[in-house]
């Protein structure tokens, strides 16, 4: 059972953003990418996952990359779960902004409406020669633009590259309008994503759902508890 007084943080808020990472997704069967089996801690490669997601390996070596994000990055088939299905929900009926780390595409399946892909999206994908948008089922079967014959990619942040100003100014924004700012499903370790919080409003209550202890130096409410269980039982009332 939800907290009474959590709730009603949540029922009083006029505008609230959830600030979202990788534990979101792991119910819907996506790894946590650092998480004990995740890519970046259970490597097998020669080298580590952070080259395999750089500019460097795409340029570098094309094929290596692809084969990479292929075979370790794509769960076309996952499905949404109460986490991203009640946030979506509380975007519907409230004034709320979702702001997630997360690639995957599953806030987009659950009809978010105020959605920040902070780190781009991994079915979104482009040709770097032509610049037109491709099916991510094209590039699923090939690396290369049956049009141009130029070499695909998603649009996602690879180290090496900068972030979308879009999505800092939309994410800074959401995060300085809110009065109740919930964090589910991240670490808030990795920066820039992690800075986030430094523009939130001197008012503003900080909730933290999440199965590992967060520290702040600033008050703040921590959930250790699975985000499941908690929007399971979180009503959106509008």
């Known amino acids: 059972m ?46 580590p996952a952070e080259y395999y997601l ?35 929900e509380f975007t519907q ?12 595409s599953l806030y987009r399946k659950a009809n978010t409406k105020n959605l920040v892909e902070f780190h781009g999206n991994l079915y979104n994908v482009y040709c770097q020669k032509c610049r037109k948008k491709v099916d991510y089922r094209e590039y699923l079967k090939s690396m290369y633009h049956r049009n141009c014959g130029g070499v695909l990619r998603p649009d996602i942040v690879l180290y090496g590259e900068g972030l979308n100003p879009s999505a800092i100014s939309q994410s ?15 670490s808030m370790r990795v920066y820039p994503f992690a800075g986030l919080i430094d523009y939130r409003s001197a008012n503003a209550k900080v909730l933290a759902v999440n199965e590992e202890q967060l ?3 600033f008050p703040f409410t921590m959930i250790k508890e699975n985000a499941v269980d908690f929007f399971k039982d979180l009503k959106v009332n509008a």
């Open 2 to 47: 939800i907290d009474s007084k959590i709730q009603e943080q949540f029922d009083d808020a006029k505008k609230i953003v959830f600030l979202t990472g990788a534990g979101v997704s792991t119910a819907s069967g996506i790894p946590d990418y650092r998480s004990k089996n995740g890519l970046y801690t259970n490597d097998k490669t020669d080298k």
């Open 54 to 88: 750089s500019t460097d390996c795409l340029h570098d070596e094309p094929k290596v990359f692809y084969e990479y994000e292929k075979s370790n990055m794509y769960y076309p088939d996952a499905k949404p779960n109460v986490i991203h299905e009640r946030q979506a």
């Open 93 to 104: 009926k409230r004034d709320a902004t979702v702001v997630t780390q997360n690639i995957d």
């Open 172 to 186: 800074v924004k959401a995060v300085s309008d809110a009065d109740l700012i919930v964090i589910v499903g991240t």
């Open 215 to 217: 520290s702040f130096s």
